[in-house]
């Protein structure tokens, strides 16, 4: 059984897909909203910020996501739809991060299905711990809307 952090130590992933390991310092920026990719990142080491820029009337507000450390990643959805980043992610202490090319990633999960089951897995499941998360924190955010329009 395989899963991703599982991926740098196998000779197959290793040999078909090209990868780098980046330092980062805390408030650097890895990833910005709206830019286009497909690499995938994984936290070697550290931790990370997830947020996103909202605007309201003429200011901005940086509302933070999430919080990422070790064996967490990010970037995945990208990989998948080809789609512009949803946020912006900043290192929030030194860290260490693999950058992935998703587009080779998939082409391995293509030669390797029987590795790429576990790793879908791995992902489907961290997928759906994020989904039940946003779905805690929509829930929280409209009972308090509810609650104002009381008054």
Avoid: H
């Amino acid at each position: 059984m395989m899963i991703l952090t599982d991926l740098f130590s196998d000779t197959d992933f290793v040999a078909a897909v090209p990868f780098s390991k980046e330092y980062y310092k805390p408030d650097e920026i890895i990833l910005k909203e709206e830019e286009t990719s497909q690499d995938v990142y994984f936290i070697l080491e550290g931790s990370v910020r997830v947020s996103t820029t909202l605007n309201e009337g003429e200011g901005q507000l940086v509302t933070g996501l999430a919080r990422l450390s070790e064996g967490d990643y990010f970037g995945e959805m990208a990989m998948f739809d080809g789609e512009p980043r949803s946020a912006n992610v900043s290192a929030e202490t030194d860290c260490l991060i693999a950058k992935v090319d998703g587009s080779a990633m998939i082409t391995f999960m293509d030669k390797y299905p029987e590795k790429a089951y576990f790793l879908m897995r791995d992902m489907f499941m961290n997928l759906v711990l994020r989904m039940r998360q946003n779905n805690l924190r929509t829930k929280t955010v409209l009972g308090l809307y509810l609650q104002e329009q009381d008054f």
